[in-house]
């Protein structure tokens, strides 16, 4: 009980607001909500449905089984936020349901944010935060969030290369004393696999499928690179030309052709970065190598496939989704060793 009530009064939240999944942790307590980025709206009115069933979990479920009157929308994309009524709606029930309104102070809030977001995408992000409830507002690059949270040593003078595939965003960086040394940031992540992977069924086999249907596909048989045993699926969708259901059996070396559009532009993000780091931290890299994060670094192969085209160590880190979420939360629960990589909604203002 005594945990609680610190809890509701010293609220210090950290927040992974990604394309896919929101992520928040509570200061002390370790990470309390994974959710779906994902909200219920009227089609007509554009307003959120009544009731928890209008976000997260709940919402996701309705995704493609809705009627016309109702739309599931994702109030982010390509990790910025893409409705901003929507995004700080969810943001609200978000924190209502981490820490219930009535009994806490408004929280101090960290969120972390893709490299290349924009001045106006910024102030969305603080905006929509501080309307949600938010007390004030700091923000944290990505990519320094996941190095954090995978626990790379980024605070000596050695390089630290971190990689962070998400749903909207892919972020490359090498850190080296606390702070970026070069880095880069790319809207082409686990979105665009998808997207790839739609296209590819549609152009080969006239086959329509949803998102959904593709993600599971790239997890169920995708890969980056060939397999010992290659895999086959099958598939449910409308037929192009017909516009009746019909079923397709798919194979994982065709998954891994329709990708390679995507995997390429995440390879090249890695290159360019690589391009900008002096030969003595090139050289650490070579013994260091880069880590993995994010739920596009869970591709099968990946790890292989960038090990070979960059000629380093590669590896997933453990618990790669949340690697970002317990950064920030490290950064939260360690605020004054951290608060010179963070930017505050005060300094705007």
Request: a negative charge; proline letters at 5%; charged letters at 25%.
């Amino acid at each position: 009980m005594l945990q609680q009530l610190l809890r509701y009064f010293r609220c210090d939240l950290a927040v992974d607001l990604g394309t896919v999944n929101t992520l928040i942790g509570v200061a002390g307590e370790g990470i309390v909500l994974d959710e779906p980025s994902v909200v219920a709206v009227h089609h007509r009115t554009g307003r959120v449905l009544s009731g928890g069933c209008a976000v997260g979990h709940l919402a996701r479920q309705m995704q493609g089984r809705t009627p016309d009157s109702i739309a599931v929308v994702r109030p982010l994309a390509d990790g910025v936020i893409a409705d901003f009524g929507l995004c700080e709606a969810m943001l609200r029930y978000f924190f209502q349901k981490v820490a219930p309104r009535s009994l806490r102070l408004k929280p101090r809030v960290l969120a972390a944010v893709p490299g290349s977001i924009t001045p106006v995408e910024k102030r969305a992000v603080f905006t929509s935060m501080h309307r949600a409830g938010a007390r004030q507002v700091f923000l944290m690059p990505e990519a320094k969030a996941a190095a954090i949270g995978i626990g790379l040593p980024i605070v000596e003078p050695v390089a630290s290369m971190v990689c962070n595939i998400g749903g909207g965003t892919t972020e490359v960086a090498v850190l080296s004393l606390a702070d970026l040394v070069a880095s880069r940031s790319i809207r082409v992540a686990g979105d665009k696999m998808d997207e790839a992977i739609v296209g590819y069924l549609r152009r080969q086999y006239s086959l329509r499928i949803g998102p959904a249907a593709a993600e599971r596909l790239r997890i169920d048989i995708g890969s980056a690179a060939p397999l010992e045993e290659e895999q086959v699926a099958e598939i449910s969708g409308v037929d192009a030309i017909s516009g009746l259901p019909r079923r397709a059996t798919i194979t994982s070396e065709e998954i891994r052709e329709a990708l390679a559009e995507p995997l390429e532009a995440i390879l090249d993000a890695v290159q360019r970065t690589l391009d900008h780091v002096s030969p003595d931290l090139a050289a650490d890299l070579v013994d260091q190598g880069m880590v993995l994060c994010g739920g596009g670094s869970l591709l099968r192969r990946l790890d292989g496939f960038l090990a070979e085209r960059t000629g380093l160590p590669v590896r997933v880190a453990p618990d790669s989704m949340r690697a970002v979420a317990k950064g920030a939360l490290v950064a939260v629960e360690q605020f004054q060793q951290w608060r010179t990589m963070m930017e505050s909604s005060d300094d705007d203002e």
